[in-house]
């Protein structure tokens, strides 16, 4: 089974449940039921067939071209975001294997040392840490013990205590990442790992198992983040992310000084992880 189908047919119940008709231009009635838009509503606004429209949501496996989904999310109002991943979902496979790689290239793992002192790190494509450089092991100093399935930022944001009490704005911060996830690794949502992943967290954490069946997806937004660190004080930094063109599966990730601010200073000041 394409596990994407299902998640298709989900996201796009979850759009249409989120849209009023005054959303739309639409009438409310007297006698509505639905909580949000009609699948008739829906499938009259993008110009198919209910039945067509019916059987998308259904999971069924049928076809949509690029023109007939760009009018889905013209109707369901989707964000940049949005509309990719429903591509996403909506495309099959394209049968290439995805590459697990258990380190970071040496070329990467030299890119961010040269950052220091800079927080940075190199993301795998669920998300796991396979490199980080010595501003990082001061910033966040847990992530020299993580082992295993515990070694990825999803798991550090939402199930590592020390983590949830270091990042200053925790919670929007986890929606965010959350978010992003889950756009980033649409076209992974069967791997065995993934699958895993969700599972645990869904078991680990309360506020994953609420937030994740709300299908939030989000591009990546350069954005400032902030933490609580136990010795080098409050600290913040602009939160960048790069892809390497010869590795597009991988992401590297760096927390810039911000103008006017020794955040970086003071985080390189002291030297005993203990």
Known sequence: MDRRRDDLAEFLRARRD???????????GRSRRTKGLRREEVALLAGVSVTWYTWLEQGRPI??????????????????AERQHLLTLAHRPTGERITDPEHAPDALVRLIASMDPAPA??????WEFLAW?????RLYPMIDQLTGHERN?????FAEPTARALVADWEDQAHKILAEFRAGTAELRADADVVSLVQRLSD??????????????????????RYHHPRAGDLAFEY?????????????????PLPG?????RLAAWRNMA
């Open 153 to 157: 930022l999803l798991w550090v944001v």
């Open 18 to 28: 989120a849209l009023t008709p005054a959303d739309v231009g639409l009438p409310e």
């Open 204 to 225: 680990a954490s309360t506020e994953f198992a609420e937030w994740w069946p709300q299908l939030d997806v989000a591009q990546f937004e350069t954005r400032v983040r």
């Open 63 to 80: 076809n949509a071209s690029s023109d007939v989904l760009d009018a889905l999310a013209r109707t369901l109002r989707l964000s940049d």
């Open 240 to 256: 960048q992310q790069l892809t390497p063109s010869e590795w597009p599966g991988l992401k590297v990730v760096c927390q810039l």
């Open 121 to 126: 790190y190199v993301l795998g494509p669920r």
């Open 261 to 265: 601010d020794d955040s970086a200073e």
């Open 133 to 137: 450089n010595t501003a990082q092991s």
